[in-house]
């Protein structure tokens, strides 16, 4: 069964420390990752998704497809980045991709 | 610039009675979803929609149904509202053409309780 992983709902940091949010995921096909961030009294909101190859805000995600996962990394963080990060895996044929979502990760940067 | 609109920030109903949020976007997407937000489960999709009265269930349909009459509008209705139904629903919007990798839009959520 598709499914996305992310195994720590808190993590803590201090300013300035490397953070690296996990996920994990199973998957049939050829997958298609995203990671969403839900920053405090905000909406949801596209962070980056792996296809783009991108760095959004300091952070990236590579794709390992041989660990299965698609890890969000920044090397300092800052407090602004303290928020809700949702990874999600695109799922179903042409036309109809939907999201599955992992259960979230709070991201809570120490000053 | 907002998007998605969803028609209440929170809302209050009693067991038993038939709640109906609303959902309006205005990028002309074929894509909509309703989730389901709660705390340590993450978002769990209940419905979505591809297309103008076109529907299918998601992973927790139980309790709900969705209309779609417009394509700008998707409806989410709680046929008898429970007290488990007391959770953060968001909907979201996305574009089907080239969609793999497309972005999905959400709306500011509604906060429903039901006592």
């Known amino acids: 069964a598709q499914r996305v992983t992310q195994p720590e709902k808190l993590l803590s940091v201090f300013k300035g420390a490397p953070v690296e949010l996990k996920c994990n995921y199973s998957?049939?096909?050829?997958?298609?990752l995203f990671w969403y961030v839900q920053y405090s009294r905000q909406r949801l909101q596209l962070l980056l998704r792996?296809?783009s190859r991108e760095s959004i805000k300091g952070f990236t995600a590579d794709l390992n497809k041989g660990e299965t996962s698609f890890h969000l990394k920044k090397p300092f963080a800052q407090e602004e980045d303290s928020a809700m990060y949702y990874c999600?895996?695109?799922?179903?044929?042409?036309?109809?991709?939907?999201?599955?979502f992992g259960t979230g990760t709070r991201l809570k940067v120490l000053a | 610039d907002v998007k998605v609109t969803q028609s209440s920030r929170y809302l209050v109903k009693r067991t038993g009675e038939k709640v109906f949020l609303e959902c309006v976007q205005d990028?002309?997407?074929?894509?909509m979803f309703w989730y389901r937000q709660d705390p340590g489960l993450g978002l769990r999709l209940i419905y979505f929609?591809?297309?103008?009265?076109?529907?299918e269930k998601g992973d927790i349909p139980e309790g709900y149904s969705v209309s779609r009459e417009k394509k700008e509008r998707f409806s989410l209705i709680l046929e008898s509202a429970s007290t488990n139904q007391t959770s953060m629903y968001l909907c979201?919007?996305?574009?089907?053409?080239?969609?793999?990798?497309?972005?999905?839009?959400f709306g500011q959520g509604t906060r429903l309780t039901v006592v």
């Open positions: 979201a919007s996305r574009r089907r053409q080239g969609a793999l990798d497309a972005e999905a839009f």
């Open positions: 998957y049939s096909g050829s997958p298609e």
């Open positions: 792996h296809i």
């Open positions: 999600a895996l695109n799922e179903g044929p042409s036309g109809t991709y939907k999201y599955i």
């Open positions: 990028m002309d997407h074929e894509n």
């Open positions: 929609s591809y297309d103008v009265k076109m529907k």
